[in-house]
């Protein structure tokens, strides 16, 4: 057994308390034991190790395309419709699958040298995103991209992940959930994303879908059913586990379906205003009881993979678009990034410091200009200078299933150097 000890721990419960001197135990198979105070913790006869700042549970990204940090930097000042086929596309169509796994092994590594241990993928070659994910030691949801364009059969791609859930279960490896990741309404005909929706039912499968993210990229669907969710709903697309990817243009009656079939959302406000999708109706969706995650989306439309910054947007765009500066607070948005995230998937294993959850755990180091006022303030002082003013910078270790992945800012399992090289030789070959 590892014992942390450290003077803050935030174990990211409902009410995003606040321990003072408190330890997390992490027992023999990966998972939490005690999580408290200091002076209430049983006798441990492992190994206590006394660390300098604040613990708490590894974020989870809700919505990613890893991989795509080959791209970073393509097209960057394209509208999203424009930039998807005049550039990433094309550039896609050139990657083999070893780029792929190159991309993703570079994409781990930044989340979780950013504290994001858990991330939700939606992207070809899933053999090779998950040997990335593991060789780094992430944690990876991965719902295999299924579209209907020239150069992909969506019924092969569809075969393919079922095929592997049939044989290897939902969750082939402890860091590994398979999911389904039909693109969107407007890459799949109404018939082929019922053909999806009832595999990922008939298995209890998450389906993951991008879902009215701009103003233009659903016009045929929205003329024809009034919105992209009506669409979904008349197809019984709602019907099953479903996270809903940007969401940003939904109508009131949008937002009802959503909560009327316990429709999850993976809101990415970096990407959206990036591309000028919009702002999305967050504090409306809380409202409605629509459980909601922070995603970054892919590093070629962000640019970066780092839920820190995320959760800052998060709530500046929702004070912002109610002009309501209690709209989001502090403690909201880091829960959003954590127990949200992990509400968002379904899964009550991670997401928080709680006994029997996968001890995924964040060190963050507080000798930043960021705490100068130290940690004997008050709680709400100390959440609002860990979300305003630290950042991904400040991560200094990381654990995944009782792992320790990252120490002192760099990854355990990989050389960094070696995969940024790795990434950067991708990029200069297929470059647009």
């Not at 001890?359 to 100390?382: K, N, P, Q, R, W």
């Amino acid at each position: 057994m590892l014992r942390l000890r450290a003077p803050i721990v935030l174990p990211c419960d409902p009410e995003c308390g606040v321990l003072r001197d408190a330890v997390v135990d992490i027992d023999a198979a990966g998972r939490l034991g005690y999580v408290g105070p200091a002076d209430g913790a049983p006798e441990s006869d492992g190994e206590v190790r006394q660390l300098p700042g604040i613990l708490l549970p590894g974020m989870i990204n809700t919505h990613a395309h890893s991989p795509m940090t080959v791209l970073r930097g393509m097209g960057g000042d394209l509208p999203l419709i424009r930039w998807l086929r005049e550039i990433i596309w094309p550039a896609e169509a050139k990657l083999t699958s070893r780029d792929i796994e190159t991309g993703m092994l570079l994409g781990s590594v930044e989340m979780l040298r950013n504290g994001i241990t858990t991330s939700v993928e939606q992207y070809f070659q899933p053999e090779h995103l998950i040997r990335a994910v593991l060789a780094t030691g992430g944690r990876v949801v991965l719902g295999p991209a299924i579209v209907d364009t020239p150069d992909h059969d969506w019924r092969a791609q569809l075969d393919e992940i079922s095929t592997r859930i049939d044989v290897d279960g939902l969750r082939p490896h402890d860091r590994v959930e398979l999911a389904y990741g039909p693109h969107s309404a407007y890459t799949l005909s109404p018939e082929a994303l019922t053909t999806v929706a009832e595999a990922a039912r008939s298995r209890e499968a998450l389906l993951l879908l991008h879902v009215a993210e701009s103003v233009g990229e659903d016009t045929v669907q929205r003329e024809e059913y009034g919105s992209v969710p009506r669409l979904l709903a008349s197809i019984g697309l709602l019907d099953g586990r479903m996270l809903a990817a940007h969401s940003v243009h939904l109508s009131d009656e949008d937002i009802a379906l959503f909560a009327e079939h316990d429709v999850a959302v993976a809101h990415c406000p970096g990407s959206n205003a990036k591309l000028a999708s919009g702002i999305a109706r967050l504090t409306d969706l809380r409202a409605a009881g629509v459980r909601v995650g922070i995603g970054t989306d892919g590093p070629a439309s962000n640019d970066d993979l780092d839920l820190w910054e995320e959760m800052r947007l998060t709530a500046l765009l929702a004070r912002l678009s109610t002009m309501d500066s209690s709209a989001l607070k502090a403690a909201d948005v880091l829960l959003l990034a954590t127990r949200g995230g992990a509400a968002a998937i379904g899964r009550d294993d991670l997401g928080a410091l709680e006994t029997g959850r996968w001890a995924d755990i964040v060190h963050v180091d507080v000798s930043s200009e960021a705490f100068t006022g130290g940690l004997a303030v008050s709680d709400e002082h100390l959440l609002a200078n860990l979300v305003w003013a630290s950042g991904a910078r400040d991560v200094r270790d990381v654990w995944v299933g009782g792992e320790q992945v990252v120490a002192d800012r760099e990854p355990v399992k990989v050389d960094r150097d070696e995969v940024q090289a790795a990434a950067g030789a991708v990029t200069s070959r297929i470059r647009v």
